[in-house]
């Protein structure tokens, strides 16, 4: 390591400390520390269940042995395993990385210095380390021969990115030594004048310019660059700064797009930045789900055209949805926006989070947005990009809370927490946290500065928050919150100070932009961050496909009101309000035909039927069940008197 490297232990997620053109700068997760709130639990399960059951796993098949045996330390026979396998256990070690740096984990710790071994050992001498060859695999072939799907240089950046995080956490290089003779040897074989082509899988121009953050070697930075500026490989896309859409793999494109936003970060690159923030408006504008998911398509796990977000078909990758998020924070940390901060919390609590289970240890690889029945989370897939992704993403929160800049502090996730920064001018300043968001909207947070001084505390007023208050030691601040924006209070702040900030959490309808053909006449719930769905789980009575809403005019809660269930599902909120349930009974009695004549006879009847509401993550947690985010609007008048049925007592099926 650099000797000028700046103290290991202040590096963020990623460490845009010393980038010139990044507006915000990252904190070091050990700074944070998540208390009795929503996300702790979480990351507790990860720890204590997910990452070792995923260990146990990949021992099982077959994945460490394979290194092992390509280092000559184990006699076993190779186990088939998909091109990208490698990454997955890189993306655990990465995650161990993390979590060390937040806390003490020595099952995890003990675990991974053990295949660290394994790994340097398995490293051949000029640091070329890809099993899928011809020195390690019956079925190999020869280096970057068949870069195009081969997944070489996806999995060596996944390596860097492991050394990188478990040096930052425990200072020790073995790791880092690994990732970094790689990249080395990267250097001689790819460039201008030497292999002029990149990866299929976009990840290592990321890999390589945080490498180059954590050694200053230059040439890590200039073989982004390369990379960067070069057509991908897989479908033969322009390069990312010249891409007109978002096309193709989603991942893919979530994962370029972070390498391109990194780029700008230490250049200044403008016309990198100007098709991000491009791209960027093609996302939000028509390939992003309610829910922050991303991919229409399951072939190719692709974006569809703009407006096509299926429901029952939506792919929404679990992974898509973690590079999306890694983008939005990237085009954050470049600009300073709100809206990249609400799209983060938003892919965060919806999108992300459905992809693993309250235990978790069971994992989405799609989360559709209707489900008739069948779904249900599993420990271990053919392709395992996932699991690894979501261990990684949970260990890693912390550093998503807080940057600061030259001015101040910014907040841009709210969660019970504390933090103990260092501002510009060597100013040592805590911030205490305290709320139950996203369940109540009251969030307090208690500045303490080592000494009394002036800077501005930034917070972010998410884009639904209209009618949020902001206040200081108890009186109104005189600036008006702005949805979408943040909130910046700049004054001379004394140990005790306290900020109050209200936000609205009341249920709301949403509807979607009529070009989203299956959302026609279709509305959804929000409370606060979370998108709420309707499961047969808790409407047991009524057929949840057949579920509509009548909303009474100008009230957008739909008359659903908001009741804590704090045994339900691990403690959630839930929506309960009014309903139209299709009574089946009806149906069975009258019109079979699929297609008819307009207006030839009445439709089944509707009646009023309470139903509830959960979050959307927690989903398919208690067994097989039918599931819809959007439900059709009805204008029919409803009530018993609508069905006969109801009113001579049958029961309704």
Known sequence: ???????????????????????????????????????????????????????????????????????????????????????????????????????????????????????????????????????????????????????????????????????????????????????????????????????GHPEVEMALIELYRATGERRYLDLAGFFLSLPQSAGNLPPIAQRPALVGHAVRSGYICCGGADWYAETGDEAMLKNLRYLWQDLVRGKIYLTGGVGARHEGEAFGEPYELPNARAYAETCAAIAHAMWAWRMLLATGEAQYADTLETILYN????????????????????????????????????????????????????????????????????????????????????????????????????????????????????????????????????????????????????????LPLKPRLVESHPRVGENRCAVALQRGPLVYCFESTDNPTVSVPDLALAPPSGDTTGGFVAESQPDLLHGVTVLRGPGRAMCMLCAAGGETRLYRTWGCGPYPARYEQEVTAIPYYAWANRGDCTMRVWLPLTHESGGVAACPHHLSGEATA
């Open 1 to 199: 390591m650099r000797d000028d490297y700046p103290d290991r232990t202040l590096a963020g997620v990623v460490d845009t400390s010393r980038s010139p053109y990044a507006r915000l700068r990252t904190v070091p997760l050990r700074a944070v520390r998540l208390g009795e709130g929503f996300w702790k639990p979480r990351r507790q399960a990860n720890v204590a269940a997910g990452m070792p059951r995923f260990l146990r796993d990949m021992e099982e098949h077959g994945v460490v042995d394979n290194f092992r045996r390509a280092a000559g330390r184990r006699d076993v026979p190779w186990r088939q395993a998909s091109y990208a396998s490698e990454s997955d256990l890189y993306k655990w070690l990465e995650a161990v990385g993390f979590v060390l740096q937040t806390q003490e984990a020595s099952h995890l710790r003990e675990a991974a210095e053990a295949i660290i071994e394994d790994l340097a050992a398995a490293q051949g001498p000029d640091g070329y380390l890809f099993l899928h060859t011809s020195l390690s695999s019956p079925e190999g072939y020869e280096r970057f021969s068949q870069l195009d799907r081969s997944h070489e240089l996806y999995c060596a950046g996944h390596l860097m990115r492991a050394g990188i995080a478990y040096y930052r956490a425990t200072g020790e290089e073995r790791l880092l030594q690994v990732g970094t003779r790689f990249a080395d040897y990267l250097c001689t074989e790819f460039g201008p004048g030497k292999r002029e082509v990149t990866d």
């Open 351 to 502: 999108a992300f989070l459905s992809g693993v289970s309250l235990s978790g240890d069971e994992y989405f690889y799609v989360n559709p947005l209707a489900s008739n029945g069948g779904y249900r989370r599993v420990p271990w897939f053919g392709c395992n990009c996932c699991p690894p992704n979501i261990h990684r993403m949970l260990a890693s929160l912390p550093g998503y809370f807080f940057t600061f800049s030259g001015d101040g502090v910014q907040l841009h996730l709210y969660d019970a927490c504390k933090a103990l920064l260092t501002l510009p001018e060597r100013t040592a300043v805590r911030l205490d946290v305290r709320t139950r968001y996203p369940w109540e909207g009251s969030v307090e947070v208690v500045v303490t500065p080592a000494v009394a001084a002036e800077f501005t505390v930034s917070l972010r007023i998410p884009a639904w928050a209209e009618g949020a208050l902001v206040q200081v030691n108890g009186d109104p601040a005189e600036a008006e919150a702005v949805p979408g924006t943040y909130f910046n209070l700049r004054r001379l702040w004394q140990a005790g100070d306290r900020i109050h900030l209200r």
